[in-house]
């Protein structure tokens, strides 16, 4: 069965500019959840939607934001682009609800953005 | 606040040379802790989700144990394709918590042929 498809898998942008991230999560997944990875940091949580709702948030600034459409696929927009922007933009999904057995999280390859 | 340590950072081992990994937590309400491996340029890969102190789980020759601070990785006998970031999580349990992971910065292990 298909993974979790984030496109596109690089992107260079001048800072001042805006940028949106997309993530088809795996089918029948309901929920999808952004994380941003630097070296500095490691994996931080952005925001998490299930059926279209954002269910928790983390701690960035409002410059980014995100949605979810009903078909399940996410996207995250920053606007305003910062040199401290540049990470790797990790989607996960999972089912959302249900068991403990069922808030398993499979992560795609995420996308590189690098930001001059 | 959710707080996940990992150590340590950087591990060097020979092939066969049998070693752990350490994740210690806090988290009010613990719901899951989370094990992934994450190769360069690639997203985490899932290895094992453990729910309640005590639990072990095997995967070939992964072990992960839990108990109520911490949580370990058991390598026996590795691989040089076992090199890879191994990276913990936890999830809490209640509210908004429950919809989100906290990682530590992950323990980079090479294991030399």
């Known amino acids: 069965k298909a993974g979790v498809t984030q496109t596109p898998r690089y992107l260079i942008k001048t800072r001042g500019q805006q940028v949106t991230l997309s993530c088809s999560p795996i089918?029948?997944?309901?929920?999808v959840s952004w994380y941003q990875q630097t070296p500095g940091q490691g994996l931080q949580f952005l925001f998490e939607?299930?059926?279209?709702?954002?269910?928790n948030k983390g701690n960035f600034p409002g410059r980014f934001s995100g949605r979810q459409f009903s078909n399940s696929r996410s996207e995250m927009n920053v606007s305003t682009l910062e040199l401290g922007d540049s990470a790797l933009y990790l989607c996960a999904s999972s089912l959302g609800s249900g068991t403990l057995e069922t808030y398993g999280y499979t992560f795609g390859s995420g996308t590189r953005l690098t930001v001059v | 606040e959710d707080q996940v340590t990992q150590s340590p950072e950087a591990l060097r081992l020979q092939e066969g040379e049998s070693s752990s990994l350490n994740c210690s937590y806090t988290v009010s309400g613990l719901r899951g802790l989370f094990w992934y491996r994450q190769d360069p340029g690639k997203g985490p890969e899932f290895l094992f989700t453990?729910?309640?102190a005590g639990e072990e789980k095997e995967k070939e020759r992964l072990k992960a144990t839990l108990t109520k601070k911490e949580s370990f990785l058991h390598i026996t006998a590795p691989k040089p394709e076992d090199s890879a970031t191994y990276l913990c999580a936890v999830q809490a349990g209640g509210g908004g918590s429950n919809y989100k992971l906290t990682f530590g910065k992950g323990t980079l292990l090479t294991v030399n042929p």
């Open positions: 453990l729910y309640s």
């Open positions: 089918s029948g997944h309901r929920s």
């Open positions: 939607y299930f059926s279209e709702t954002q269910r």
